[in-house]
């Protein structure tokens, strides 16, 4: 219905949460070369091109391309497992049929429309994860789930307004503790899991969504670390 294979979006998102904000694991965060998370590494700061060295002035409008992004890489997913996944081909196509069927002389609405949806999509989604830590394999070796949810995850305040708005990815820490959990009941465990944060002496990362998107662009800045 999306445009998405189903297949495509468990392989990505099951492995997001196995391994959240791995270097080289999670495909959530392989950005580049569009973004290049910096985080006060001046090693990677100096080897960005002239291109990267506007990222955090092109961060907020890129998020629109995310759609169109997800739509290709789900298509190239189904195309890599051709003849095997013949039948979700199938579906693909007869989406796009459809699609185009129902946009026909309006392909700039369509346009608009994907747009749109990638850029509310990325700006909520990019908020939660990528402006955090990124762990190389020594640094999770024993860590636990939580440990490692508290150094990956942000949330974004607001209340229940903004939870039913962004479809409640906003509670990332609770939905990646309790990933099976119904989306709704996750507002009912946050006070518990924020009082356990602060009992074992975690950091409960949250903000609202403009701090968030902040944190992001933060993360891509380069410009201190040449002199």
Known sequence: VQGYDV???????????????EDGSDPDIKTAPVLVYVRDNPSIAKRLNAF?????????PVMAILDVYWRLESIAYVAMRM?????????????????FWVFAGQMPLLGLMMVLRGFG????????HYGEDILDAS????????????KTSRNITGGWLVNVLTGFISLQT???LFPMMPT????????????????????????????????????????????
Do not use: S
């Open 7 to 21: 297949a495509w979006w468990r392989a990505r998102h099951n492995t997001h949460h196995v391994c959240t904000n």
């Open 83 to 99: 003849p095997k996944m013949w039948w979700q081909a199938a579906f693909l196509v007869a989406h796009y049929v459809l699609l």
């Open 174 to 176: 609770e939905h990646h």
């Open 121 to 128: 999509t990325g700006i909520v989604v990019f908020a939660t």
């Open 52 to 60: 990267q060295r506007f990222q955090q002035y092109y961060y907020v």
């Open 184 to 227: 709704g009941n996750l507002m009912k465990i946050q006070p518990d899991v924020r009082a356990f944060f602060k009992k074992h002496g975690l950091e409960y990362r949250e903000g609202n969504l403009v701090e968030c998107v902040q944190q992001n662009i933060k993360a891509l800045r380069y410009e201190h670390l040449l002199h």
């Open 139 to 150: 640094d999770v070796q024993g860590m636990t789930l939580v440990e490692q949810t508290a």
